[in-house]
């Protein structure tokens, strides 16, 4: 009996077992060019739609053109050879990567150097109203030339500043094995440059290498799309606290004022500030729904660009801040900001509750010497009536013995009349005390029942 092994796989083994090879890095030989763009598709007006399928239909359009299959079902992986240039195309959860490496250029990196380099990337191969589709929906779009070293830009920075639009380069020896040049400048043509100088790369190092720096780029400006948010979320943030102020103020007041104003006039007032202050919570709750993806996110995209950063293993070249340098000082800041607006948040959050259960405490208060006085009203009337149930007593005992007394003279009538010989009248004053003093007696038992 044969055993087919594949039958005894979990239905997730496979899958999960390609994850870790799904996103290789480009086999890379200096010298090579390359064009990246990052496509952020989304917007108020697809806010719903499904991130990976609006991709796959941009990258459809994409293979449409040269006739090529596209990937089929939900994949997030695709890599094609077509022909003046291979394509590596990535989709993340909220955008796509699109890598283009030119086929046909070492020659002329290697002929005309990195700047004509710069002029002849794989840019120009791809369909124009492609292009024009993605108006908009570009995040990212850079030029990187790897070339071996020697050519073209020689030893020294000088040559690269030629290149480099930016006035602050930056640079880097990374893997003891090659250089890395670059200014993170949007350049006029709308792009921004890396060059990459290959020492001595072993097998695969340049296109890693490549690879860190595209996603370097692409996660640094994704992390500072949480920026926009923390600069508008600031002075939301600050009428509210001020708000919050005042109430605070009020509320203060208000107890101050206590003394001096009838009760419920004070229960309507701390009421309205309650409402005030629900409203304030429902705000600081509706900007943290708003805010906290979009800062979670950067704060994910930044720790990626430090572990990025980490794995160059940078060496200093004099005169230029290395990447990690830059980055440091640039967009670490920025990462700050919107840090401490989810600080400023929660903070702010913390306290409107604090204030909420502080109002509420003073609510429940007031309703409890409301219900005190109640109470000590419903005692006072209680104890009227007991007054008066005992003023009229006497006057009950009274009427009682009346209404016995006349049932004894009737009685006492029925017998002279079949010829007992009683005086009715006689009978009925000897019994009057004896009845009143029963009916006092009978109601002081009933009254000593009801008190315990």
């Known amino acids: 009996m044969s055993i087919s092994y594949a039958q005894l796989n979990h239905p997730l083994r496979i899958p999960l077992a390609a994850e870790i090879h799904s996103r290789p890095s480009l086999r890379l030989r200096a010298p090579e060019a390359i064009t990246h763009l990052a496509v952020y598709a989304k917007s108020d007006s697809n806010a719903d739609t499904d991130n990976v399928q609006l991709q796959q239909e941009i990258l459809a359009s994409f293979c449409t053109y040269f006739g090529v299959a596209c990937p089929g079902g939900e994949a997030k992986y695709f890599f094609h050879d077509f022909g003046r240039f291979r394509l590596k195309w990535e989709c993340h959860t909220e955008f796509a990567t699109y890598t283009f490496v030119e086929n046909e250029n070492g020659e002329v990196v290697s002929g005309h150097g990195a700047a004509q380099a710069l002029t002849r990337v794989p840019i120009g191969h791809l369909p124009e109203q ?11 779009a850079a030029h990187v030339v790897l070339i071996k070293n020697g050519n073209a830009i020689g030893d020294t920075p000088s040559p690269i500043r030629q290149i480099l639009e930016g006035s602050v380069l930056v640079g880097s020896q990374v893997l003891q094995r090659g250089e890395v040049w670059t200014d993170f400048l949007i350049q006029a043509d709308g792009f921004s440059r890396f060059i990459v100088k290959d020492e001595d790369f072993l097998d695969q190092q340049a296109g890693r290498i490549v690879q860190r720096l595209l996603e370097i780029e692409t996660y640094r400006m994704m992390a500072l799309l949480g920026l926009p948010h923390a600069q508008k979320a600031a002075p939301v943030l600050a009428a509210i606290e001020n708000e919050l102020v005042r109430l605070t103020a009020a509320m203060t007041l208000s107890r101050g004022l206590a003394a001096d104003v009838a009760q419920d006039d004070e229960t309507d007032s701390e009421q309205i500030l309650l409402r005030q202050i629900i409203d304030l919570a429902a705000r600081i709750e509706k900007l943290s729904m708003e805010n906290n993806y979009r800062f979670s996110a950067s704060k994910a995209y930044f720790r990626l660009v430090q572990s990025r950063i980490e794995e160059l293993r940078e060496l200093r070249i004099e005169g230029v801040p290395t990447i990690g340098e830059f980055m440091e000082r640039r967009l670490a800041p920025a990462m700050n900001t919107c840090e401490a607006i989810v600080r400023r948040q929660e903070a702010l959050a913390d306290r409107i509750a604090h204030t909420n259960d502080l109002l509420r405490t003073r609510v429940g208060i007031v309703q409890e010497q409301q219900n005190r006085k109640i109470l000590q009203s419903m005692n006072t009337r209680a104890a009227q009536q007991l007054r ?4 009229v007593e006497g006057l009950s005992v009274a009427a ?11 009685a006492g009538k029925g017998l002279k009349a079949v010829g007992v010989q009683i005086n009715p009248e006689l009978v009925t004053g000897l019994l009057i005390p004896i009845i009143a003093g029963a009916v006092w007696f009978g109601l002081r038992r009933v009254h000593q029942k009801i008190h315990h």
């Open 130 to 140: 492609w292009l024009l589709d993605l108006r908009g929906k570009i995040m990212v």
């Open 388 to 391: 008066l149930q005992q003023a």
């Open 400 to 410: 009682i013995t009346y209404y016995v007394a006349g049932l004894f003279q009737y």
